[in-house]
């Protein structure tokens, strides 16, 4: 097995053909054909399902496309990683950000850093938290800006901003600008993120209530579009509620409930001198100025 096949396979998998992962490879069917048949043999499973018209994936398959995809990200880090040796003050930023910092904050920290950088290039992921902390903890991330609450070991965790909770709905349910009491929320259906979800019956049980949730789900962009839809009302940190247009945004008038932003890695990993510079550069923001 090599990177090739690799390659190869991430491509079938992607493409759901191999006419259209040989055109993506600038490749002819058989040979491509040939190798997968050549895996198949060498790891003693099948990976494919081979129908008319496409292609999927065994349950082998599956597991081995995670596997794949993880060792072609760890190659490219890795020639990344030895091109910086030729040039110090160059270098790729292999950065995570959690879905509701994406937007705006990131890109305002990725272009005023490229502003005094301009040789760092920067590759950016998005998933959610634990998502972005598994990939850290495989040496897939040099940073991540993630959101509490979570759990993980053996990373360094540095606080860059703290914001409150808001409630976004449609007007039918809140009043723009106007605060939300847990008691008028325990009356309305919720839409949460699904690991905050403890932390919502902890602060509805303070006050001895119950609520009723309608939708968990992982991404603050997902909580907000659902709330447009008019399914209940969402609970999401101040910045995600910046995407709610046509929304009412209101915060919440007898509890706050507040939510970290944080920038972990791992600090017995290697990272180059880039990364090294812009964890600097969002910190020293984070200690001058709100990000």
């Known amino acids: 097995m090599d990177l090739k096949q690799l390659q190869y396979f991430v491509a079938i998998a992607e493409e759901g ?41 065994t349950e082998a398959g599956r ?11 760890l190659s490219r880090a890795a020639v990344e990683e030895m091109r910086q040796f030729a040039d110090p003050e160059a270098g790729t930023i292999r950065l995570g950000v959690v879905s509701s910092v994406v937007s705006p904050m990131a890109a305002r920290w990725i272009a005023a850093f490229s502003r005094s950088h301009p040789k760092v290039r920067f590759s950016v992921y998005e ?14 991330l040099h940073l991540a800006v993630v959101r509490t609450p979570y759990a993980a070991e053996g990373i360094t965790a540095l606080p860059l901003r703290t914001e409150s909770l808001v409630a976004v709905g449609k007007e039918a349910f809140l009043a723009d600008g106007e605060g ?32 009723r949730c309608v939708c968990l789900c992982d991404d603050a962009r997902t909580a907000v579009e659902l709330a447009g839809q008019g399914i209940g009302v969402a609970l999401v940190p101040a910045s995600a509620a910046k995407t709610a247009q046509g929304l009412a945004v209101s915060p919440l008038s007898d509890r706050r409930v507040e939510s970290r932003i944080d920038l972990v890695f791992d600090a017995r990993a290697h990272a180059p001198i880039c990364a090294a510079a812009f964890r600097e550069f969002l910190l020293s923001r984070a200690q001058s100025s709100p990000l």
């Open 180 to 211: 939300v009491s847990l008691v008028a929320l325990s009356e309305m259906p919720l839409v949460l993120y699904r690991r905050w979800l403890s932390i919502a019956e902890g602060e509805f049980a303070r006050m001895n209530l119950s609520f």
């Open 63 to 73: 597991q081995f496309y995670a596997r794949a995809k993880a060792l072609l990200e």
């Open 127 to 140: 998933a959610n938290t634990y998502e972005l902390l598994e990939k850290l903890k495989a040496n897939l």
């Open 17 to 57: 053909t191999i006419s259209a992962a040989a055109k993506k490879l600038f490749l002819s069917q058989p040979p491509l054909s040939a190798q997968m048949k050549l895996l198949e043999r060498e790891l003693g499973c099948v990976l494919f399902e081979r129908g008319q018209r496409q292609i999927r994936l």
